[in-house]
């Protein structure tokens, strides 16, 4: 029987409880028995024997769960084998999700996260942690949502030495990039609308500035290109100082305007927008994630995908699961 | 000590015997110790202590292996744990891999192969035996190349409901539709300039005919949506009739025309032209292969990729070979 904890109950952790529940028998075939046993989000718990279905129903009726303990009691409190940790991303300091996933790399416990900030402040550390341990520590939820990324690379082109990885890691500068570029209207009106919409944050600055796309960069270039980069190391350009105006000149020529994220094996670390040809499969519209992988057997590989969503970031949270303890 | 055996030595063979000698040490570190100990082709063979390079060199000169004995022999000859296959396919009787494979399944060999014939005559027989028999069949290198398309669904989108999987297996049609679609020449002059530089055959008719990406089609639709498919299923319409000018009406509504095979969950299986929007991420340009998985928590995936060549198959071959001996 494996017992899971979720840390982090807001769109991410309650879509994992939602997956769960839903999936359930398919699951249980894949993993064996699971339950579970403890789940927090920023100021409230619920832990021991209770139904999944109704904390959910409750945390949304009440905007808290029942208890008053927090995350960080429930190591004590519960004991559980799996850390699906889904708080809020801090790119700078990594809390409160980095104390998290310490302590239970510490204690022996496997972790699952879809947040950024712990692996963008102590790759490294929580990497080797997890080594010494013997425990597993999965991150594919924090780069391109249910675009495959890291277990793609390392499993799919094992064996491949990869030399450069580049793309489009944040749907909301590319949603923002697609329209201007087809509507020829401005940034301003843009974000307004995208923020009705909810692609855009009402303050929208870690995406349009390029912060949210570097700090996957960061988690790439350390995971896969063998790195020891830090958030500083990546050079910074967002997309607010594009106008339809440039798109008009970069058509013409058949090329498009895109918000490119680019690490390679000699230690480059960049983010800013780019041209890109009109017949590249990296001019992608919409939100979508995009990115090139190019590897010396493989040569060129091409993967898109939702960088974001409730489910979507379910899905690649379920496929590290599943990576653990497929039986 | 990893015994392997390859089996057919023409371009897909040599190149995985390469990658094997080029990347010694990392798969050393990767799977353990190990070592080429027979390897046949359709005519000849070598077996025991010899060396790689030497063998490569020797086919490259005299177009055959030193010894007489055929593939067949070599079961009783040489004890191997992993037989790499990689003769020439047949999509109609599976000749003569399927009976190599069968044979080394029986045995309790691990197989992992690029043919695509043993697979779509046998794919269930094939695997139901595997599984008995306890041991590994992979075929990443049936289907995309390095596009990773198995392992991709079975371990990325682990837990996800797979829905449809469409999209273009073929690159030989992709290069000449890109062709047509950009430089508005006719379907003989293209086809003559592609046999010249090697990326059509001969006789051209297992491409262009849809053959190729049908086999493709039912391997796919067995392995990852869980059919019993079999090659008769399939309804085909080959590229032969598609015209330059059919292309001009295409683009001026801002579509261009592919080959695209499709399967989905209920069982539809067809290849055929269609159309499919210039900002779709399908309309790619050459000899690339590219997938769209829909799924119903990662909701679209796309992947793009070389579907051919010596390096970007072995590249599969070698993701298939560490998935089964991965330390």
Redesign the interface.
Known sequence: MIRMAIFGFGTVGKGVAE?LLK?ER??KN?IGDFKVVAIADSKSSLYGDFDLREAIEYKIKHGRLPRDERARDLFDIESFDLLIEATPTNVFDGEPGLGYIREALKRGINVVTSNKGPLVVAFKELNDLAEKKGVHLGY?ATVGG???VI??VK??????QIIKILGILNGTCNYILSRMESEKIGYDQIILEAQQLGIAEADPSYDVEGIDAAAKLVIIANSLLGLDAKFEDVRITGIKNITPEAFDVALKKGYTIRLIAEADEDGKLEVAPRLVK??N?L???GT?N?LLIK????????????GA?K??T??AI??D???IY?R
Chains 1, 2 share one sequence.
């Open positions: 997956v999936k398919l699951l894949l594919e249910a675009m495959p277990k793609l499993k799919d082109l094992a064996g491949n009109l017949t499969p001019a992608v519209y979508l995009a590897a010396d057997l493989a040569k060129e590989l091409f993967v898109i995908g939702r969503g489910y979507e379910a899905s379920i496929s699961i599943i990576d497929a």
